[in-house]
């Protein structure tokens, strides 16, 4: 089935550092990309989305690829702060279908001062 | 505007109770979805609906029964819980022609 790959599972990094957060998906029908923060005991944020037709997205700190053909997508944080902490998820957008969100496992980024 | 809420917060049950996990909205959004949260694994989809009296399958329907009566309110029902139904449970929403999800609170329920 459809499934949603992303890597790595933890990563820590220093505050000031990069953080890069990779995820590949399968259906190559998939035209919505989105990226969501939780921190501890909270629900899932919406913090960047991406369409298929674009190639990359800014907001701030935040930026997001999207490589279609290679069918994978990126999360890339700069300047990192300790309050960029949370477990961050990837999810794909199936298409055909409504609202079919497939998520990733996640990946626990730990922002050291 | 409350958004999107859940109740109960948190709810132990024992082995073969049933029970029903609330979600309501208040921003009259169209479609609606279950997700249940287990360590390692991401957010799962249940069921959704795309309306008052139509819902569908997600990956991951089994031991979990849906109804959409009108669009405010989506409950999940648990008939005859299992430990392995142990789980974080997140309802969300998404406005009819957008495919942005808004999550509510949670509920944590355990299953002994």
């Known amino acids: 089935g459809e499934n949603v790959e992303q890597h790595p599972s933890t990563l820590s990094v220093q505050e000031g550092d990069s953080a890069v957060i990779k995820c590949t998906y399968s259906?190559?029908?998939?035209?919505?990309f989105p990226w969501y923060k939780q921190e501890l005991g909270k629900r899932p944020q919406l913090i960047i989305d991406?369409?298929?037709?674009?190639g990359e997205k800014k907001d701030q700190r935040i930026a997001v690829t999207l490589n279609k053909t290679a069918k994978h997508f990126s999360l890339h944080i700069t300047e990192t702060q300790p309050e960029d902490s949370a477990v961050y998820f990837c999810?794909?957008?199936?298409?055909?279908?409504?609202?079919?969100?497939?998520f990733g496992a996640g990946t626990r980024l730990a922002v050291h001062p | 505007n409350a958004g999107v809420t859940q109740t109960p917060k948190f709810q132990v049950l024992k082995t073969g109770q049933s029970m029903t996990l609330q979600c309501a909205q208040d921003?009259?959004?169209?479609?609606m979805s279950w997700y249940r949260q287990d360590p390692g694994m991401g957010l799962r989809l249940i069921h959704y609906?795309?309306?008052?009296?139509?819902?569908d399958q997600g990956e991951v329907p089994n031991g979990y029964n849906v109804s959409r009566s009108t669009t405010e309110d989506f409950p999940l029902r648990l008939l005859s819980a299992a430990p392995s139904q142990t789980s974080v449970y997140f309802c969300?929403?998404?406005?009819?022609?957008?495919?942005?999800?808004?999550f509510g609170p949670g509920t944590r329920l355990t299953v002994t």
């Open positions: 921003m009259n959004h169209e479609y």
């Open positions: 999810a794909a957008f199936l298409g055909g279908g409504y609202n079919k969100l497939i």
């Open positions: 969300a929403t998404t406005p009819g022609r957008s495919y942005e999800q808004y």
């Open positions: 609906s795309v309306g008052a009296g139509i819902t």
């Open positions: 991406i369409r298929s037709n674009v």
């Open positions: 259906d190559s029908a998939s035209n919505y």
